[in-house]
């Protein structure tokens, strides 16, 4: 293989979102390597999962399915991925940053003596050394991690970092690699699938979020940005603070604290920018700010920024829009 290995995510067949996002970041890395393209789908409906991406630049999709890989075990999944690397030798191997690869990718890397750099939000080539930026300290900081090992390294990537609607076309067929695993070797019991509360709202999935903060002032004036949300089509988000405050439930939080989103456009109204909300939404294709505070650090961030006064200019764009 000697290329980028995406390790995607799916459930029932369906591919996570951020599984898309690794895989765009595969396929950015290849390029600026010159390295081809693969990626591999684990557990039951992997072949389903495969088949979703035959449209796009991928050289190969392998599936591993095995009944001991039908539901999650860190143990049958560090099996099987040690042998699909063992037998192709991919120069790197990416994962989405999620629950389940904190769980499992750490202990893959290190049975291959290497460490997993995580939280990766960018990369860059020179002269065919890769070196990845991770953010540290809820995003205070952000390090460069120059890979000097030998294959195979391993990186993890956060949400948002790239954009999934940057997938390259072309084609990519699926092909089965065979695992051999043992039911001794998997050391815990799969209980019943946990399932989260149905959500009123996936931020993840807005293209267009409006977003308030503390210049808001108190809670009956939310209703103000709702209308320019409402006007845009868009879905209301909020910093920590008016989600502390009740005003707005939790699960309409961006940050690091919050939900990580990278929309078409992002409207920040009212926020300041203090770095564990930038965390969560500055991989936004287009950032606007409307703050009174020219120096406040979301200009630092937006591309395009209104300084005045919220209750004049938002009322004024609500205008402009129903117009």
């Not at 120069?91 to 904190?102: A, D, G, K, M």
């Not at 996936?202 to 293209?207: E, H, I, N």
């Not at 004024?316 to 829009?321: G, M, P, T, Y």
């Amino acid at each position: 293989m000697s290329g980028i290995l995406a390790v995607l995510e799916q459930a029932g067949g369906s591919l996570h979102k951020i599984s898309l996002e690794t895989l765009v970041a595969a396929q950015q890395i290849g390029s600026a390597l010159g390295k081809p393209v693969y990626a591999v789908v684990l557990g039951a409906d992997a072949a389903k999962a495969a088949s979703a991406l035959a449209a796009y630049q991928i050289e190969t999709v392998h599936t591993l399915d095995h009944a001991l890989l039908a539901d999650y075990t860190p143990d049958g999944y560090v099996l099987a991925l040690r042998q699909l690397i063992a037998a192709h030798s991919p120069s790197h191997v990416l994962f989405p940053h999620t629950y389940q690869v904190r769980d499992f990718a750490p202990a893959l890397a290190t049975s291959f003596d290497r460490v997993l750099v995580s939280d990766v939000v960018g990369h860059r080539a020179e002269n065919g050394t890769l070196t990845l930026v991770r953010q540290m300290f809820q995003g205070k900081l952000a390090a460069d991690v120059e890979l000097k090992s030998d294959a195979p390294n391993f990186a993890s990537i956060q949400a948002g970092s790239y954009r999934a609607d940057a997938l390259a076309a072309g084609t990519a067929k699926a092909e089965p690699f065979n695992v051999t695993l043992e039911a001794a070797q998997i050391r815990t019991k799969p209980l019943e699938r946990f399932r989260e509360s149905a959500r009123a709202v996936d931020l993840t999935a807005a293209p267009i979020i409006v977003s308030v903060g503390r210049g808001i002032r108190e809670e009956d004036n939310i209703h103000v940005v709702q209308e320019l949300a409402t006007a845009l089509g868009a879905e209301l988000a909020a910093s920590r603070p008016i989600c502390d405050n009740g005003w707005l439930p939790m699960e309409r939080q961006v940050g690091s604290s919050g939900q990580t989103v990278a929309p078409k456009m992002y409207v920040a109204v009212g926020i300041s920018g203090a770095i564990q909300h930038l965390v969560g939404m500055k991989g936004s294709k287009v950032i606007v700010a409307i703050n009174k505070d020219p120096e406040a650090p979301i200009f630092e961030v937006a591309d395009y920024g209104i300084v005045g006064d919220l209750f004049q200019v938002v009322p004024a764009l609500i205008a402009e829009l129903k117009k």
